[in-house]
């Protein structure tokens, strides 16, 4: 921290080549972003921990109390789900972490450098939308498997268990995947339209987890059409095994949950375009 | 080169740019000058594409900043020295930016180099000192090697010794044949630093000027005058635009009248000068001086607060 004479700036000849911004630098830059954050490894740890950790706590509970379950328990009881139920708690992490890939930039003001980096803006939004989206895919599927299969490890101690080859059930597995990986898109999207840490986080949730909640209360006639179209009902019809009544088929459900990351992202665009930064 | 062309921008019902027009040219250092809130941030941010003019346009090099298919090696810019995630290594932070145009690592270290922050280059930046922080920034403004500069206040919170640093580093990047412009509201820095001033108020332009020039076109202007014969000189002097103070019994403050003329007029009388100054107004008064209407928030004169001070005792 001592130089007090200024060194020749340009000493060397031209010392970076005039490069272009390109998608791909784009990514490359958000993937060190990405990578050189604490917060970003703690969120995704949290996230498989409460995937594995409580997919394997329920699996024990189950076999450890099976003996004393009723018919009618052991009729309701469904082995792939049990082993996957984390993945509702871990989509607070992902959200939450795809809230902050947009938000915590805003918050330090390294937005600014970001954008003048890259003034075309879109680049970076694509960016770190398509790269949390597949971070998140490989965690989130990785974490299910893992869940699902230390589950039915657990579960086979009492032959209550089921296999990935059972009809519906790899759809399943796979789905808890798919569906934290649109959670995750829709917390970059959300981020990037509401461009505050609290405001984006309480509307990411607000929209997962209490929506559903409050449409309960509509008129049943009302709310069994309805309720199915709310984002994380048709998502979670792909993490369903059974068909249930007034949901929608498990692929349907699906491509409407993207639907909805998809549009929050492309009204997200058009509005980092437009704003100030 | 920047340049402006009637840039306006307007927040809501707020203007907080009107109308400005200037041109920053290469090779020396210009001094983009006005007090809190007069508009050099914003006018900083329309130069970098990050805010949207309300009406006008700027270019850099000739294109609007966004335009540019490498903007690191067009502009580098420092916009509040914290425009910077806490959670990263300063490293990082260049690694990344420079990723965005393919700049090698190689430049990265080359630049933490010339900032003098290899020590610190790891650490997060959440814990640097404001000094630091203003190292770092300017760091990433250097890293596409670019022919402009644009720097927002890059001497706040330097310790004297960070405040030469730049001042050379800015000086001899100008030398270089680059364009460098840079904001404070530190007259006395501006001129140590600066060649040529932009200075605005309220978001308007108020000159476009020469450091040098500045200091000369401002009000003040008076002639210091020592003699022993200050009283019989003081009569003489004496007229309907002149006004003469006198703080030791053989010195008179002139205004009004030119330092020629004063000598003359002593000549004339046979009266023996042992002093002729023309007092230049020091570039600090010049600037309040231009800008006395146009500082958004002015303190209350101060004799009507003590008077009132004094009510309430």
């Given at each position: 921290?001592?130089?007090?004479t ?27 972003k ?6 970003t ?8 921990i ?20 009723n ?53 970076v ?5 398509g790269?949390?989206?597949?971070v ?17 490890g ?5 032959h ?27 917390g ?30 509509l008129?049943s006639?009302w ?10 009902n ?28 998809l ?15 | ?6 840039l ?13 027009s ?32 309300t ?23 420092m ?44 650490k ?30 890059p001497?706040?919170g330097?310790?004297?010794e960070?405040?030469?640093w ?34 605005i ?9 020469s ?28 007229g ?12 008179l ?11 003359r007029?002593?000549?004339?009388a ?8 023309p007092?230049?107004a020091?570039?600090e008064?010049?600037f309040?001086?231009l ?23």
């Open positions: 921290m001592s130089t007090i200024a060194e020749p700036v340009t000493s060397t000849a031209p010392a970076a080549p005039r490069g272009q911004v390109t998608q791909a630098r784009v990514l490359r830059s958000e993937w060190i990405m990578r050189t954050l604490r917060s490894f703690w969120t995704l740890a949290a996230a498989l409460a995937l594995i950790g409580l997919g394997a706590l329920f699996c024990t509970f189950t076999a450890s109390r099976w003996a004393s379950f018919p009618h328990e052991r009729a309701d009881f469904e082995p792939t789900l049990t082993s996957l139920r984390g993945y509702f708690l871990a989509q607070l992490a992902i959200g939450v972490l795809g809230v902050l890939m947009i938000t915590g930039e805003y918050a330090t003001g390294m937005i600014r450098a970001t954008l003048a980096a890259v003034p075309t803006r879109l680049p939004l694509w960016a770190k939308a790269l949390y989206a597949a998140v895919w490989v965690v989130a599927t990785v974490g299910s498997l893992i869940a699902f299969l230390l589950g039915q657990i579960l086979s101690s009492k209550i268990g089921t296999s990935l080859s059972a009809p519906g059930v790899a759809r399943v597995v796979f789905g808890a995947g798919l569906y934290l990986t649109v959670v995750g898109l829709l970059v999207a959300i981020g990037a339209l509401i461009r505050n840490t609290a405001g984006g986080i309480a509307t990411v949730f607000g929209l997962l987890l209490v929506v559903p909640v409050l449409f309960e209360a008129p006639s709310a069994n059409h309805v309720n199915q179209w709310l984002p994380s048709a998502g979670q019809s792909l993490v369903t095994l059974h068909h249930q009544a007034h949901t929608l088929s498990p692929w349907t459900g699906f491509t409407v949950f993207l639907l909805y990351g549009v929050a992202l492309a009204g997200a665009a058009y509005l980092l375009k437009r704003r100030d930064a | 080169m920047i340049e402006a062309h009637a306006s921008k307007r927040y809501g019902e707020r203007a907080a740019v009107t109308d400005l200037f041109t920053v040219r290469p090779g020396v250092v210009t001094g983009f000058l006005g007090p809190n809130g007069a508009g050099k941030s914003t006018t900083m941010r329309m130069i970098l594409g990050l805010d949207a003019p009406s006008g346009s700027v270019t850099v090099n000739g294109k609007a900043y966004a335009r540019h298919r490498a903007p690191l090696h067009e502009v580098g810019a916009l509040e020295a914290r425009a910077i995630h806490t959670g990263r290594t300063a490293y990082n932070h260049l690694l990344a930016l420079a990723a965005t145009t393919g700049i090698p690592q190689r430049r990265v270290d080359e630049v933490i180099e010339i900032v003098g922050l290899r020590e610190a280059a790891r997060r930046v959440g814990g640097f000192s404001l000094g630091m922080g203003q190292r770092l920034g300017i760091a990433s403004a250097l890293l596409g090697d670019p022919a402009t500069l644009v720097l927002d206040e001497v706040n330097l310790d004297p960070g405040i030469l730049i001042r050379n580093l800015l000086k001899d990047l100008a030398a270089q044949g680059r364009t460098v412009l840079l904001s404070s509201h530190l007259m006395s820095e501006m001129s140590l630093t600066a060649e040529h001033l932009i200075v108020g309220r978001g308007r332009l108020i000159a476009d000027t450091v040098a020039e500045f200091v000369r076109g401002a009000a003040g202007g008076s002639v210091r005058v020592r003699t022993e014969e200050a009283d019989r000189l003081r009569t003489l002097l004496a309907p635009d002149v006004s003469v103070a006198s703080a030791e019994r053989s010195v403050e002139v205004s009004g009248l030119t330092s020629d003329r004063i000598g007029i002593a000549a004339d046979g009266i023996a000068l042992a002093e002729l100054t007092q230049l020091s570039l008064e010049a309040m001086e800008t006395r209407d146009a500082v958004e928030f002015q303190a209350p004169a101060r004799e009507p607060a003590l008077a009132k001070e004094g009510q309430a005792a």
